[in-house]
């Protein structure tokens, strides 16, 4: 509970709402404070003025301070401070508090000189002593809370009960969809990849939820092409050992002899089952980032030119035209020939297999910018729009029929894939359907 989404959030707010209260309160003592105390300072500063005057007022009616002192201690009384008056020799003649009468005054506090319009000089000194309570604070404390403060108190309890009950909604609102990412997730982790999570909300956690769902589409789609390559990798494994315990098992019977062709179709058997295990060791070399690659630079119109002139005899069979239009000069590749060599022929080699007698496969060349890109076109059967996305998988192929009249075993475009990527460049297909199909890769111009 306390490790919760809910309840951090319903913490949270009432944090929040206890600090802004309390800090509302302190700032509204600290200006009460300040009022109080200079509503004191004019008063005082009131009182002593409205003294002076009757004071001066007495003085000018009695020519002297005789009987002065019924009036100071009445002052000193309904003010609620210490007046003090000493005559021009600093002699005390009038005290609230009766203590320095006739005593010689030394002053703590500041006086105010009193003088008269008809006599020269001072006829007196007066003396208030601080009329403020000292304990201003507590007063100011007491105002305060007086005042508002039960306001703030309630107020406060009001709003935390608020916040509890709007928290409450949001959170469920909110933890909805997180909860159902959760579940999904979990049900995910278990290897039920069909997961999704249907969230209309199009913040964050939409974003999150469609994030999710892709995520899961990945992941159903990746365990569906491994469950493929799988099931592929033991057919095209199977086969050849199928054919080549097929012979072995003959020639135990005596049924076949073990002459030249019988050895021979055992020779081609094993050689194209060496081909496919070379083949998945190169992927898995690949795909852990160790596949050995020697590159210097290199004439790719020459590569180019030594691959077409390996497969013309192939192509001639089928009356196949194989076009080569390269620019007279290309700029030099970083490339590693072999491995490059490597892709064009599985380029060509799918071009001619999939392309029909009389047809023609074109191969250019040019430059674009810090890169060489080669196409291979061809005017073959294409490719559905369907099976593009997939078409550089494992074992994938467009003919499902696992039949080998096509040729290959449906890893010669991922390894082209890979050995691209390894040298830095892209590879792509466009294609249509009955109206052929474009590869293109590129390779980085050498330095």
Same mark, same amino acid.
């Given at each position: 509970? =306390?490790?919760?989404?809910?309840f951090?959030?319903i ?7 206890i600090v802004t209260?309390?800090? #509302? ?7 009460? @404070? ?6 004191g300072?004019?008063m005082e ?6 003294v002076?005057?009757?004071l001066?007022? &007495? &003085?000018y009616r009695?020519g /002297? ?7 100071i201690?009445?002052?000193? /009384?309904? &003010?609620?401070? @210490?007046? +003090?008056?000493t005559d ?10 009766? $203590?320095l ?5 030394e002053?703590?506090?500041p006086g ?8 020269k ?5 007066l003396y208030?002593?601080p009329?403020?309570?000292p ?7 007491h105002?305060?809370y007086?005042a ?6 309630w ?5 935390? !009960?608020i ?7 949001l959170?469920?609102r ?5 909860k159902?990412?959760?579940q ?7 290897g039920d ?12 956690v939409?974003?999150?939820a469609?994030?999710?769902n892709?995520?899961a589409?990945?992941?159903e ?14 057919? $095209? ?5 199928s054919n +080549?315990?097929? &012979?072995?098992e003959?020639?135990?019977d005596? *049924? ?6 019988? +050895?021979?179709?055992l020779?081609?058997? *094993?050689t194209?089952l060496?081909r496919?295990?070379d083949?998945?060791q190169?992927?898995?070399l690949a795909? !852990?980032?160790?596949l /050995? ?6 004439? =790719?119109?020459?590569? =180019? ?8 005899p ?6 196949l #035209?194989l076009?080569?239009d390269l ?8 490339i ?5 060599k ?7 080699d799918?071009?001619?297999?999939h392309?029909?007698?009389?047809g023609? +496969? ?21 490719i559905? !729009?369907e099976?593009?996305? /997939?078409?550089? $998988?494992?074992?994938?192929? #467009?003919?499902?029929?696992?039949t ?9 475009l991922t ?17 249509e359907l ?7 890769f590129?390779l980085?111009?050498s330095a």
């Amino acid at each position: 509970m =306390i490790h919760s989404l809910q309840f951090r959030l319903i913490v949270a707010f009432a944090l929040v709402i206890i600090v802004t209260i309390g800090s #509302v309160f302190f700032f509204t003592y600290q200006s009460t @404070r300040s009022e109080i105390r200079q509503f004191g300072e004019r008063m005082e500063l009131m009182q002593a003025r409205r003294v002076e005057v009757e004071l001066s007022s &007495y &003085y000018y009616r009695r020519g /002297n301070w005789e009987g002065i002192q019924p009036f100071i201690a009445q002052w000193g /009384n309904l &003010y609620g401070r @210490r007046i +003090i008056l000493t005559d021009h020799n600093g002699v005390v003649v009038a005290d609230s508090e009766e $203590e320095l009468l006739g005593k010689p005054y030394e002053a703590d506090m500041p006086g105010i000189p009193m003088s008269s319009p008809w006599e020269k000089g001072a006829i007196g000194v007066l003396y208030l002593g601080p009329g403020l309570s000292p304990e201003v604070d507590i007063v100011s404390l007491h105002i305060v809370y007086g005042a508002i403060g039960r306001f703030f108190i309630w107020g406060g309890l009001l709003a935390v !009960a608020i916040a509890l009950l709007i928290t409450f909604v949001l959170s469920r609102r909110i933890l909805a969809p997180v909860k159902a990412l959760t579940q999904a997730a979990r049900r995910l982790g278990k290897g039920d990849f069909s997961q999704r999570v249907h969230i209309r909300d199009k913040g964050e956690v939409g974003e999150l939820a469609q994030s999710f769902n892709s995520m899961a589409g990945d992941l159903e789609r990746a365990e569906q092409l491994r469950r493929n390559m799988v099931a592929d990798a033991a057919h $095209e494994l199977r086969t050849p050992l199928s054919n +080549i315990r097929g &012979y072995l098992e003959a020639i135990r019977d005596g *049924v076949v002899k073990p002459d030249v062709a019988t +050895i021979s179709s055992l020779y081609e058997e *094993v050689t194209l089952l060496s081909r496919l295990i070379d083949d998945l060791q190169e992927l898995s070399l690949a795909d !852990a980032g160790e596949l /050995n690659l020697i590159c210097q630079k290199e004439d =790719i119109s020459k590569l =180019i030119d030594e691959a077409v002139a390996a497969l013309q005899p192939q192509a001639a069979t089928k009356d196949l #035209v194989l076009a080569v239009d390269l620019p007279e000069k290309l700029p030099l590749v970083n490339i590693d020939s072999h491995r490059i060599k490597q892709v064009l022929r599985n380029l060509l080699d799918n071009a001619v297999a999939h392309t029909a007698k009389g047809g023609t +496969i074109a191969v250019t060349a040019r430059q674009e910018g810090n890169c060489v890109e080669v196409t291979v076109s061809d005017t073959g059967e294409g490719i559905p !729009a369907e099976d593009l996305p /997939n078409i550089f $998988e494992r074992f994938y192929r #467009v003919d499902k029929s696992r039949t080998r009249a096509t040729g290959g075993s449906g890893l010669g475009l991922t390894i082209a894939k890979r050995l691209v990527e390894a040298h830095g460049g892209r590879i792509e297909v466009q294609s249509e359907l009955g109206k052929g199909s474009r590869f293109a890769f590129t390779l980085p111009v050498s330095a």
